[in-house]
C-alpha cells in the first residue's frame, strides 16, 4: 500500500472543474517534501504536469494547478476537455527509505 | 530536444537476467542524476533505482534491493539496468527519468518510451 493514497477514479463534464487528492500517510512525507504531478495517456509514457507543488512546466495549461499542506495535495483542472481524460499521478520522496513514492494513480473520465 | 530512449527489453524466463540501456541526448548527461521507474500492466508506476550524476550514490526500492543494478557512462550518455534473478513480478514496462531538483524534493523529467520486460516460461 501506497504511503501517497489517490482516490482510484473522478470524472467530470467538460467545462467543469475537477480535484484529485494525493493523501499522505507517513510521517516522513510531511512539510519539508514537494510533491509533483504526472499525466499519462494511454500506453504512452508519464509526462511532468505540476513539480514542487503548485509549478507548472513550460507548455502545461494553466487549467491545471497545484496545492499542498503538511499532510495532503491536490491536482486541480479546470475548464475539462476530452484531452484530459488520462492516468494522473502524485509523487514524492519518503526520507525513512531513501525511497522516491508514487500515489496509486486516478484514472480521470471526461464525460 | 531532450530525449530518453530505452532497450534491451524482452522475455526472460524466471530466474534470467536482462540489462536495459537508456540512451540520452539533448542535455549534459553527466550533470543530472537517472532513475529507473516501471510500471506492470494495468498497475501504477514504481520507482524502482537512483544513481547520481556522479555514480557516487545509488538508491533501490526494496523489491529489487540485491537483484538490480544501476549504473551509467557519461562518455557514452547512457544508463543502464542490470537485473538478475528475474521473477514473474518484474514483468514491467521500465522508464529510465531525468532527475530534476535536489534530493527530498525532486521530481522527473522528462520520461523515455519505455521498454518492456516480460519474465515467464
Known amino acids: 500500500q501506497s504511503v501517497l493514497t489517490q482516490p482510484p477514479s473522478v470524472s467530470g463534464a467538460p467545462g467543469q472543474r475537477v480535484t484529485i487528492s494525493c493523501t499522505v500517510s507517513?510521517?516522513?512525507?510531511?512539510?519539508?517534501?514537494?510533491v509533483h504531478w504526472y499525466k499519462q495517456l494511454p500506453g504512452t509514457a508519464p509526462k511532468l504536469l505540476i513539480y514542487?507543488?503548485?509549478n507548472r512546466p513550460s507548455g502545461v495549461p494553466d487549467r491545471f494547478s497545484g496545492s499542498k499542506s503538511d499532510t495532503s495535495a491536490s491536482l486541480a483542472i479546470t475548464g475539462l476537455q476530452a484531452e484530459d481524460e488520462a492516468d494522473y499521478y502524485c509523487?514524492?520522496?519518503?526520507?525513512?527509505?531513501?525511497?522516491?513514492?508514487f500515489g496509486g494513480g486516478t484514472k480521470l473520465t471526461v464525460l | 530536444e531532450v530525449q530518453l530512449v530505452e532497450s534491451g527489453g524482452g522475455l526472460v524466463q524466471p530466474g534470467g537476467s536482462l540489462r536495459l540501456s537508456c540512451a540520452a541526448s539533448?542535455?549534459?548527461?553527466?550533470?543530472?542524476?537517472m532513475n529507473w521507474v516501471r510500471q506492470a500492466p494495468g498497475k501504477g508506476l514504481e520507482w524502482v533505482s537512483y544513481?547520481?550524476?556522479?555514480?557516487?550514490?545509488?538508491y533501490y526500492a526494496d523489491s529489487v534491493k540485491g537483484r538490480f543494478t544501476i549504473s551509467r557512462d557519461n562518455a557514452r550518455k547512457s544508463l543502464y539496468l542490470q537485473m538478475n534473478s528475474l521473477r514473474a513480478d518484474d514483468t514491467a514496462a521500465y522508464y529510465c527519468?531525468?532527475?530534476?531538483?535536489?534530493?527530498?524534493?525532486?521530481?522527473?523529467?522528462?520520461w523515455g518510451q519505455g521498454t518492456l520486460v516480460t519474465v515467464s516460461s
Open positions: 544513481i547520481s550524476s556522479s555514480s557516487s550514490t545509488t
Open positions: 514542487a507543488n503548485i
Open positions: 509523487q514524492s520522496y519518503d526520507s525513512s527509505l531513501s525511497t522516491w513514492v
Open positions: 539533448g542535455f549534459t548527461f553527466s550533470n543530472y542524476g
Open positions: 527519468a531525468r532527475d530534476r531538483g535536489v534530493t527530498g524534493r525532486n521530481w522527473f523529467d522528462p
Open positions: 507517513s510521517p516522513y512525507i510531511g512539510a519539508g517534501y514537494d
